[in-house]
C-alpha cells in the first residue's frame, strides 16, 4: 500500500488532477480532484532535446552499396598498368579510351564510372572496388574497440 499523495493517509490510490497537479490520492482526496483515466508518460525535456542533437548517419549514395571505389584507385590502376609493362597508350588501346581518360585516373583527377571501373578491373586484372565498412574502421587504429557513442562521449569530455 502506498501513503496518498495529499494527506498521506494509507490506502487504495486513485490518479486524480487537483488544482493542475497529478497526484495519486485516497478516496477521500480523490474527491476533491477530477480523476484521471491513465497516468500521461512523462518525457523529461533534455531527452528530447538529447536525441535530436544525436548525430544522424549521413545519407550517402554508398550506404546501401557493398563496395565503393578505393581510395587510392589511381595508385593501383598506375602499378597494375606498370606491372603488365604497358604504356597509357596501351592501356587506352586495350580499353577502347582516349589517353587522356588513362591519364586523369591514374592522375586522381577523375573517378570512373561504373563502366570504366569493370573495364579496368577486367583489363588490368585488379580490384578497384574495396568493402566500405572494413576500410573505415581500419583506417583509424585509435578506434578500435571503440564504438561511436564512446568517441562522441570522448570528444566531449
Ligand atoms: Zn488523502
Not at 500521461?40 to 557493398?66: C, G, L, Q, W
Not at 589511381?74 to 598498368?81: D, E, K, L, M
Amino acid at each position: 500500500m502506498a501513503d496518498c499523495e495529499r494527506c498521506g493517509k494509507k490506502g487504495r490510490l486513485t490518479l486524480v488532477e487537483i488544482a493542475g497537479a497529478r497526484l495519486y490520492v485516497c478516496q477521500d482526496c480523490g474527491k476533491h480532484g477530477k480523476p484521471v483515466q491513465e497516468p500521461r508518460p512523462i518525457v523529461p525535456a533534455y531527452t528530447s532535446k538529447t536525441s535530436s542533437r544525436a548525430p544522424v548517419p549521413k545519407p550517402d549514395a554508398m550506404t546501401n552499396r557493398e563496395l565503393e571505389l578505393a581510395d587510392d584507385f589511381n595508385v593501383r590502376i598506375q602499378r597494375a598498368r606498370e606491372r603488365k609493362g604497358w604504356s597509357r597508350e596501351d592501356l587506352g588501346k586495350k580499353m577502347s579510351e582516349r589517353v587522356s581518360i588513362i591519364s586523369k585516373l591514374e592522375n586522381g583527377e577523375m573517378r570512373p564510372s561504373d563502366d570504366l571501373i569493370r573495364k579496368l578491373e577486367r583489363t588490368l586484372d585488379i580490384k578497384l572496388m574495396e568493402p566500405v565498412s572494413d576500410v573505415r574502421v581500419q583506417g583509424s587504429s585509435a578506434s578500435q574497440g571503440l564504438t561511436l557513442g564512446d568517441l562522441i562521449t570522448r570528444k566531449r569530455a
